[in-house]
C-alpha cells in the first residue's frame, strides 16, 4: 500500500495563487507516476495534471495548463500542485494520486491505485 497525505487548501481570491502539498510513504516512491485531480460537488472528477517517476515530464489538461505546475520531489516523497491565476469555481475537492509507472501519459482516475484523501479548494469571486 501507498498512504497518500494532502495538505494545504483552503480560501483563496480569484487570480490568486495557492499550493497543495501530497507526502507519500509506505512504497518506493520513484515506481510511481503521480497526479492530481479535482471534484466539484455533483460533477464528474476531473483530470488536472499528471508527472513520470523521474519529474522530468509533466503534462497538464487544457483547463489549467499555463496555469497549474505539477513537480515532485523523490528525496522527500513528496508532490505538489502550484495553482496561479486561480479562476471562480464552486468549493472543490482535490486530490493527489499515484499509480505504478507507465511510458505513457494517463488521464483517466481509474488508472491510478492510491488516493489522497482529499483537500478543499475555495476560489472566491
Known amino acids: 500500500q501507498m498512504q497518500l497525505v494532502g495538505s494545504g487548501g483552503g480560501l483563496v481570491q480569484a487570480g490568486g495563487s495557492m499550493r497543495l502539498s501530497c507526502s507519500a510513504s509506505?512504497?518506493?516512491?520513484?515506481?510511481?507516476?503521480l497526479g492530481w485531480f479535482r471534484q466539484v460537488p455533483g460533477q464528474e472528477l476531473e483530470f488536472l495534471a499528471t508527472?513520470?517517476?523521474?519529474?522530468?515530464?509533466?503534462f497538464y489538461a487544457d483547463s489549467v495548463r499555463g496555469r497549474f505546475t505539477i513537480s515532485r520531489d523523490n528525496a522527500k516523497f513528496m508532490m505538489y500542485l502550484q495553482m496561479n491565476n486561480l479562476t471562480p469555481l464552486a468549493p472543490a475537492i482535490y486530490h493527489c494520486a499515484a499509480r505504478p509507472s507507465a511510458s505513457v501519459v494517463v488521464v483517466t482516475a481509474v488508472e491510478y491505485n492510491f488516493w489522497g484523501q482529499g483537500i478543499q479548494v475555495t476560489v472566491s469571486s
Open positions: 509506505g512504497r518506493t516512491f520513484t515506481d510511481y507516476a
Open positions: 508527472i513520470n517517476c523521474s519529474g522530468s515530464y509533466p
